[in-house]
């Protein structure tokens, strides 16, 4: 439903913000953790379980503690864009962004006419509360966030131009995929993958373009934040419950923690 994007006052007001992933595609586990303190929630329908019906139910429970969400788009797919969008998203992760074409057809889908192609429907979506934001139009480009990933090497050389495309917000660095598209894939601590990032990181300063990332390769939040990185999602719902129920297991069978696998987020 219509508000003004409490996610992008705060960071146009400078906030770092920190936040947790959504992967189950669960209404529930958004409303367990809405009112818990996290800035934001990242509904991720990439690599998540949720679908558009699910997006909506989790949009309404995240609604009960004005708890601002992000959602994660399986591509950068305009038909996709427009449905989740009438949904009522209005804070919109991209992921897979290699180059200014593609940043700039991103923005367009997301805007309307004259600034972009997205569909009119405003009177009947969730977006403009069924019609009842009668200046729905006019409010809906300059509240959108938009926030774009760069997951690869070919995206870091472009990293300058995508971010300098109108509309951008903000640029995610996807690390993770970013290393395995120079064969380092899971390796984030090598060289050639902080390559990567160092590089990626001089791009976006230099074009003023807030960043984003998760933790990874021993950086956490704390560090991130102090470098620079104004979004950080720290933990998903996936791995708080698997975490939580490991721990639980290893205290009744009497385990110790450190005989688990390693476990390392990545997105």
């Known amino acids: 439903m219509f508000k003004q994007n409490k996610l992008k006052k705060r960071l146009s007001n400078g906030d770092s913000l920190f936040g947790v992933w959504i992967e189950t595609g669960s209404a529930t586990n958004v409303e367990i953790l809405s009112p818990l303190g996290f800035d934001y929630l990242l ?7 949720g679908d558009l019906n699910n997006l909506i139910h989790m949009l309404r429970a995240a609604q009960v503690s004005d708890t601002p969400c992000i959602v994660r788009v399986p591509w950068n797919d305009p038909i996709y864009l427009k449905r989740v969008l009438d949904a009522g998203a209005d804070s919109l992760m991209i992921p897979m962004v290699e180059n200014a074409g593609e940043a700039t057809a991103a923005v367009r889908a997301c805007r309307y006419p ?4 997205r569909g009119y429907a405003a009177p009947a979506v969730r977006a403009s509360n069924y019609g009842h934001v009668k200046d729905y139009m006019s409010k809906a480009n300059d509240n959108l966030l938009i926030i774009l990933q760069i997951e690869t090497a070919a995206a870091v050389k472009n990293a300058t131009t995508i971010a300098c495309v109108d509309g951008v917000d903000m ?7 970013m290393a395995g598209s120079i064969g380092r894939l899971e390796q984030l601590d090598h060289p050639d993958a902080r390559k990567l990032v160092r590089d990626a990181e001089a791009a976006l300063r230099s074009a003023g373009k807030m960043m984003g990332t998760v933790p990874s390769a021993g950086a956490g939040w704390r560090e991130l934040f102090e470098s620079g990185y104004r979004l950080v999602p720290v933990a998903s719902d ?5 975490d ?3 721990a639980c297991v290893d205290e009744q069978h009497g385990h110790q923690k450190t005989s688990r696998p390693k476990r390392e ?3």
């Open 244 to 246: 939580a129920a490991l």
């Open 171 to 177: 640029v995610f660095l996807g690390i993770n995929d």
């Open 43 to 49: 509904i991720d329908l990439e690599h998540g379980q």
């Open 265 to 267: 987020s990545g997105y």
């Open 238 to 242: 996936v791995g708080l419950m698997r």
């Open 114 to 117: 004259p600034g972009g192609t």
